[in-house]
């Protein structure tokens, strides 16, 4: 069975064609990240002007790579929560228009569940072995910080969550704060390996770090609105000179190694500067570490899957994996193109969920607030 | 155009850590009423955020209330009241904010609008709306001010 799936609810217009949940034909995303960078963020009317334009050509395409015609497509599958309103409107619009012209099923997608299929896309095995449950799912993006457990008969519940701001939004906030470009979370990622992560001292958020108490019912919740005000004040105590800085920071960027400086304190400003987004990144890193862990041990969890746009970062990556090898918990971390806002998560979710009889009909409804973490229905 | 005019001042109000500022949006909650936008202004890290929590928890929300940063708006129900908790940090201009169908949360009579930057957009503002400024004094110490948006002649 071959589904279409469709992703709109953000800044990417991906579409991608996947066969019985697993054999991704396709997966194109248009990439828009070029044209936000002009104006420093997603613009959601940009964003579904942009959506509009782009549909058809990222539908065409994705068939023409799959080497099939739209008459082969057996369902068509798209987000429709959460996300920006008139973004996902774009996606649910076009996929009811196509449903209807080919007489097909429809099946309307919850964008965070997708995430974590997203990260066993490409694990067939791990979805059928009974003994890899439960699995807990550390979600990172830009608007969500979530830790989901899914349990054998695919009930998911969630565990923890932020209280303020998402991962995503501290990597990309801070990345302002220290005057980088966006998207920050990829650039924060390059330049913290110049830096000395111990160098400054960042608050890890709810972690009862500095003798401060944490609720119990705040364990596994996140925070990450202290470390944004926290680097805030600390760049005001220290008076970077932004123009000279600037230019050896992107040198630093571009030729991926540390330039001599013109002189001694030039060279010394730019490895404060490098310290500070390093010990930034790894308040981040950590709090995500030792909250996904502790997790891991209350709920003797069989396996750990991280998914969403921040799971590509690499100082993640690493600590995670050294604490995973650790506990013995087999970790998988989504591929980079699983990882960020794809349509193949939307497509192989839905085998699934057509399979275990759900679909929906033409008064399918786009919303921007998540309601729930629905049941995944994984048939084991 | 600036929204904040001295002449306007209702309030001045310093908030000596997070909890009071939290604190005061909980009372001030308890005095509006719906049909009211009220317009956060301030920096990064100034307690817009934690204001708007203490506006929810005022209302009896007991959900953590996230920032919209990227979502652009949340909504909150309780008690029969609806709260519009909106961000314009990745909406830079009055005709973004117009498309993006702002005008449906801003003259809604049926909520309570709280509006983070919401200086970007100071002509779709109603004249009747609650400027709040937010200044940090120190890394612990806010100066809260509240403004009338202006008198309407």
């Known amino acids: ?14 579409v991608s064609i996947v066969e019985n949940g ?20 997603v613009i959601p009317e940009l964003a579904a002007r942009e959506h509009l334009n782009n549909i058809s050509t990222v539908i065409d395409s994705a068939l023409l790579d799959a080497r099939i015609g739209i008459n082969d497509i ?6 429709k929560t959460p996300g920006l309103l008139p973004a996902l409107l774009v996606g649910v619009s076009f996929a009811k228009g196509l449903v209807s012209s080919l007489n097909i099923p429809l099946i309307g997608i919850n964008h965070i569940t997708a995430h974590m299929f997203g990260a066993l896309i490409d694990r067939e095995s791990i979805i059928n072995d009974p003994d890899s449950y439960p699995v807990v799912s550390l979600i990172v993006s830009g608007g969500h910080t979530l830790l989901v457990i899914i349990e054998r008969d695919g009930n998911c ?15 990309d906030k801070g990345a302002k704060i220290l005057q980088l470009s966006y998207p920050g979370g990829p650039l924060i990622d390059k330049l913290s390996r110049f830096g000395n992560v111990s160098r400054f001292n960042f608050p890890r958020g709810l972690c009862g770090a500095s003798g401060n108490f944490v609720k119990p019912e705040n364990r596994l919740n996140f925070s990450f609105s202290g470390v944004k005000t926290s680097l805030l004040y600390q760049l005001k105590e220290w008076d970077f000179g932004w123009s000279e800085l600037g230019q050896s920071v992107r040198k630093v960027i571009v030729e991926n190694t540390v330039p001599e400086g013109k002189n001694r304190n030039q060279s010394q400003n730019l490895m404060d500067y490098l310290d500070m987004i390093a010990s930034y990144q790894e308040a ?25 746009g921040v799971a590509c970062n690499s100082r993640l990556r690493e600590k995670l994996k050294i604490e995973a090898d650790e506990t013995k918990v087999p970790l998988i971390i989504a591929k980079p193109e699983y990882c960020t806002d794809n349509a193949a998560m939307i497509a192989g979710l839905a085998y699934y969920q057509l399979v275990s009889g759900e679909k929906d009909d033409l008064d399918l409804d786009a919303s921007p607030s998540i309601k729930r973490i629905e049941q995944i229905p994984l048939n084991i | 155009m600036t929204i904040i005019k001295s002449e306007n001042l209702i309030e001045k109000f310093i908030s000596n850590q997070e909890y009071e500022t939290e604190k005061k949006g909980a009372c001030f909650a308890k005095t509006l009423t719906c049909g009211t936008t009220l317009a956060l202004c301030g920096e990064f890290g100034v307690g817009k955020t934690v204001f708007t929590r203490g506006i929810a928890r005022g209302f009896g929300v007991e959900l953590p209330i996230t920032s919209p940063s990227f979502t652009i708006i949340q909504e909150y129900e309780c ?16 005709d973004s904010a117009l498309a993006f169908g702002i005008d449906e949360f801003i003259n809604n009579k049926n909520a309570i ?18 400027v709040i400024n937010f200044e940090s004094a120190s890394p ?4 809260i001010r509240f403004y009338k948006k202006q008198v309407s002649k």
């Open chain 1, 22 to 41: 697993h054999n991704v034909l396709t997966n194109v995303v248009s990439s828009q990240i070029k044209k936000h960078a002009l104006y420093g963020g």
């Open chain 2, 79 to 94: 008690a029969g009241k609806t709260l519009y908790h909106l961000d314009l940090y990745r909406i830079e201009t009055e």
């Open chain 1, 284 to 308: 981040v890193v950590d709090a995500l570490v030792m909250k996904t862990m502790s997790a891991v041990k209350d709920r003797n969890v069989k396996t750990l899957i991280v998914c969403g």
């Open chain 1, 1 to 14: 069975m071959k589904i279409l799936g469709i992703e709109t609810s953000c800044d990417e217009t991906a």
């Open chain 1, 157 to 171: 519940t969630v565990i923890g969550r932020t209280l303020d701001d998402a991962a995503g939004e501290a990597f």
């Open chain 1, 74 to 79: 057996d369902a068509v599958a798209v987000t």
């Open chain 2, 140 to 143: 612990d110490q806010r100066v």
């Open chain 2, 113 to 130: 609008t709280v509006i983070e930057w919401g200086d970007r957009i100071p002509n779709l503002l109603d004249s009747d709306c609650i």
